[in-house]
T-cell receptor, first 115, second 112 residues
Framework: GAVVSQHPSRVICKSGTSVKIECRSL??????MFWYRQFPKQSLMLMAT?????????EQGVEKDKFLINHASLTLSTLTVTSAHPEDSSFYIC???????????FGEGSRLTVL | GESVGLHLPTLSVQEGDNSIINCAYS??????FIWYKQESGKGPQFIID?????DKRQGQRVTVLLNKTVKHLSLQIAATQPGDSAVYFC???????????FGSGTRLLVRP
């Protein structure tokens, strides 16, 4: 079946640096992908909707200059956490709609730790 | 970002018993609902879905009930097994937006 792959699965970085997380749809084209953030023992919170070939749509309260999203191809969306701080440490999860089947697939998540 | 609640209640059940996990969704315009299972350190795993024109759907060992009047979803797991221990989330969306909004989640613990 269709799969969404995230990379890296774990990343540790120093405060002030930027980190890029990739989300790929492996056997289908995804014009729309979604990015979620999940803190420990909490639910998934939608950060933004990533649209291929256009600007991402951010949810209220999410800083678009801090969380840069690029969806340059039909199979790849990237989330860049710029100038990361310890409070950005979280589990970041992407999902992608396969519009042919109407199914939504999730990646396995990327755990970011900012020291 | 959007989320419904920040608490994570826990349901503890004996192995072999039936489990019922409840969820209150937020948007009366939502027309598609999904239950997910999440194990520690992993992404959500699809369990079962239901459209708003239905009030019940059954899968293998799982049943989802939808009550649109009170905006309530439930997930019933029959003969709960240790492998069912995880956090369960309901999620809602509409076919017009495809944005999936997650509920607060329930941790299911299965006692041997």
């Amino acid at each position: 079946g269709a799969v969404v792959s995230q990379h890296p699965s774990r990343v540790i970085c120093k405060s002030g640096t930027s980190v890029k997380i990739e989300c790929r749809s492996l056997d289908f084209q995804a014009t729309t992908m979604f990015w979620y953030r999940q803190f420990p023992k909490q639910s998934l919170m939608l950060m933004a909707t990533s649209n291929e070939g256009s600007k991402a749509t951010y949810e209220q309260g999410v800083e678009k200059d801090k969380f840069l999203i690029n969806h340059a191809s039909l199979t790849l969306s990237t989330l860049t956490v710029t100038s990361a701080h310890p409070e950005d440490s979280s589990f970041y999860i992407c999902s992608a709609w396969d519009r042919r089947s109407g199914e939504l697939f999730f990646g396995e998540g990327s755990r970011l730790t900012v020291l | 970002g959007e989320s419904v609640g920040l608490h994570l209640p826990t349901l503890s059940v004996q192995e072999g018993d039936n489990s019922i996990i409840n969820c209150a969704y937020s948007n009366s315009a939502s027309d598609y609902f999904i239950w997910y299972k999440q194990e520690s350190g992993k992404g959500p795993q699809f369990i079962i879905d239901i459209r708003s024109n239905m009030d019940k759907r059954q899968g293998q060992r799982v049943t989802v009930l939808l009550n649109k009047t009170v905006k309530h979803l439930s997930l019933q797991i029959a003969a709960t097994q240790p492998g069912d221990s995880a956090v369960y989330f309901c999620a809602e969306t509409s076919y017009s937006s495809y944005k999936l909004i997650f509920g607060s989640g329930t941790r299911l613990l299965v006692r041997p």
